[in-house]
Each structure stands twice: as C-alpha cells, then as structure tokens.
T-cell receptor, first 111, second 111 residues
C-alpha cells in the first residue's frame, strides 16, 4: 500500500496522559498536513509541513500540541496532558501540489 | 481566513435520482475546490476537484460547477446508487495550503 498511513489507528488514554501519533506520507510528497475531525464536522486544519519545515500552525493548536517532521518524511503529533475535549479523529494528509490525500486517521478517546 | 458553508447537512434520494450539494466560500483568493467522500470509519477520499480557471468539470456520474462571481460551487451526482451513500465534504483553498472544509453532507441513497 503506497498511500498515507497512520499509527496507531485507535488510542484510548486517561486524561492528563501524553500521546503521540505517527504519519507516513506518500513517499514522493513533500507536503504534510495534520487535521482534527470531530463527529459531524469536516476536517479542521491543525498544522502543515513542507519538507521538514513547519510552515503553518492553526491558532486552534494549543501549546499542548506539538508536531515534528525531522527528516522531511514521517511526522509525529504529540498531545501533552490530554483533555476530554481532545477526543477526536486525527487525520494526516500529504500532497505534492494542491491535491491532498488522507490517511486512515487515529481515533483518540480520552477518558 | 476562508470560511466554507455547505448545504444541505443531510440529503436523502431514491436510487437513480440526482443529488446536488452546494457550498459557498468567502475568500475570493481561493482557487482550488476539491470534493471528498467519506464512508463510515474510513478516510476522506478525493472524488473530484476543480480549479478557478474552469467553470465545470465532469467525471462519469459526478460533476462539479464553480461560480467565482457568486463564490459558490456545487457537486452533482446523477443516477445515484446505494454505494454513493456517504458523507461528502467540499473544501476551498487559496493555494497556500490553508484548506478549509465544509461541515459535510450526509447522503443516503434509498434502493
């Protein structure tokens, strides 16, 4: 499968714990995006990388969220001190131009 | 920033009928308008997109129209089939990776 992959697919954690998600983009794509999707809503932009540089961050992204793409390939999204409101589907997408291709997402449940 | 509104939120049609979903956008700089289909528990998948230098694009039973003056674009599905049942999202981007999604339309095609 040469599409975007994400790991884990599901994560259940207790409030206050830290979690980290991984995204592997399509190999030739230099752009990588993170989105959050809650039930009944469209994907909400969180942050964007071009190669290893994080070029944009949504103002919705609190300082508990951090993302990296150290070698310009895979990316990680970390949420520190999780809150129940962080429960959502976290989607990763990659592109080489306009068209973004999504991964299957990581569903986070914070108890 | 860009704001995308999508209507209707739910749509139910009989198999074989046509379905139309409409979106409006606010940023006149937006020049790329994709449509994604998301089945339950699965990733959003691109079904068609249109750029601002084109007014209409068609791919088999799916067509998208764009009215730049009025800042709205629409998805048309003809001869609907039960497998078209899903949530459809429109999106708009000014090409700077700031893609905003509509809230989605849940389409149900009744056999």
């Amino acid at each position: 499968d040469t599409g975007v992959s994400q790991d884990p697919r599901h994560k259940i954690t207790k409030r206050g714990q830290n979690v980290t998600f991984r995204c592997d983009p399509i190999s030739e794509h230099n752009r990588l995006y993170w989105y959050r999707q809650t039930l009944g809503q469209g994907p909400e932009f969180l942050t964007y990388f071009q190669n290893e540089a994080q070029l944009e961050k949504s103002r919705l992204l609190s300082d508990r969220f951090s993302a990296e793409r150290p070698k310009g390939s895979f990316s990680t999204l970390e949420i520190q001190r999780t809150e129940q409101g962080d429960s959502a589907m976290y989607l990763c997408a990659s592109s080489s131009a306009d068209t973004q291709y999504f991964g299957p997402g990581t569903r986070l449940t914070v108890l | 920033g860009e704001n995308v509104e999508q209507h209707p939120s739910t749509l139910s049609v009989q198999e074989g009928d046509s379905a139309v979903i409409k979106c409006t956008y606010s940023d006149s700089a937006s020049n790329y308008f994709p449509w994604y289909k998301q089945e339950l528990g699965k990733r959003p998948q691109l079904i068609i997109d249109i750029r601002s230098n084109v007014g209409e694009k068609k791919d088999q039973r799916i067509a998208v129209t764009l009215n730049k003056t009025a800042k709205h674009f629409s998805l048309h599905i003809t001869e609907t089939q039960p497998e078209d049942s899903a949530v459809y999202f429109c999106a708009a981007s000014p090409g700077n990776n700031d893609m905003r999604f509509g809230a989605g339309t849940r389409l149900t095609v009744k056999p």
